[in-house]
T-cell receptor, first 113, second 115 residues
């Protein structure tokens, strides 16, 4: 069965600093990969997705992620974090013909001013 | 509608009671999903509908949980004999079709508290 690991439970960065959130997945075939963001009291919002093609994916709000098959990773990056980026970030993998998603446990991002 | 709508947004119920949670998907979306998010965890898959039928209910934890989508649009998640461990945020999502390479749009969830 597929699984997703987000090793960092909580990350704190200063506003303006760069950010990288780690995600590793376990799946036998090529996965469909997603990053979602969840703000308090809000639903999940899709930041970006990888299905195929270019392994560097651009998303909304200045985020990007790189699919590295050899490392089974799909890390999320942002060059300069804004205070409004403080939220919970979830990596997810979709498999098969149904878009049933398997999520990681999330990384809570705190941004200091 | 403009997005996935879930009602109620909050539900407090007593242990042993029956509850129904409603999901209105985006108009025209044939695929609908229910997830459960416990405190400090990521969402966990419960059930997936393609049209009116449950194509995958492998995530339902036990027979107290049941979901329907009789007309292929609105879905209701039903929980019988609620237990304190059922307390969680229940998320609904819909997508244009049930394929992994289509984006699923999530509602804001129903926070269920069993006291």
């Amino acid at each position: 069965a597929q699984s997703v690991t987000q090793p960092d439970i909580h990350i704190t960065v200063s506003e303006g600093a760069s950010l990288e959130l780690r995600c590793n997945y376990s799946y036998g075939a090529t996965p469909y990969l997603f990053w979602y963001v969840q703000s308090p009291g809000q639903g999940l919002q899709l930041l970006l997705k990888y299905f195929s093609g270019d392994t560097l994916v651009q998303g909304i709000k200045g985020f990007e992620a790189e699919f590295k098959r050899s490392q089974s990773s799909f890390n999320l990056r942002k060059p300069s974090v804004h205070w409004s980026d403080a939220a919970e970030y979830f990596c997810a993998v979709g498999t098969g013909t149904a878009s049933k998603l398997t999520f990681g446990t999330g990384t809570r991002l705190q941004v200091t001013l | 509608g403009a997005g996935v709508s879930q009602t109620p947004s909050n539900k407090v119920t007593e242990k042993g009671k029956y509850v129904e949670l409603r999901c209105d998907p985006i108009s025209g979306h044939t695929a609908l999903y229910w997830y459960r998010q416990s405190l400090g965890q990521g969402p966990e898959f419960l059930i997936y509908f393609q049209g009116t039928g449950a194509a995958d209910d492998s995530g339902l934890p036990n027979d107290r949980f049941f979901a329907v989508r009789p007309e292929g649009s609105v879905s209701t998640l039903k929980i019988q004999r609620t237990e304190r461990g059922d307390s969680a945020v229940y998320l609904c999502a819909s997508s244009p079709q049930g394929a992994s390479n289509t984006e699923a749009f999530f509602g804001q969830g129903t926070r269920l508290t069993v006291v």
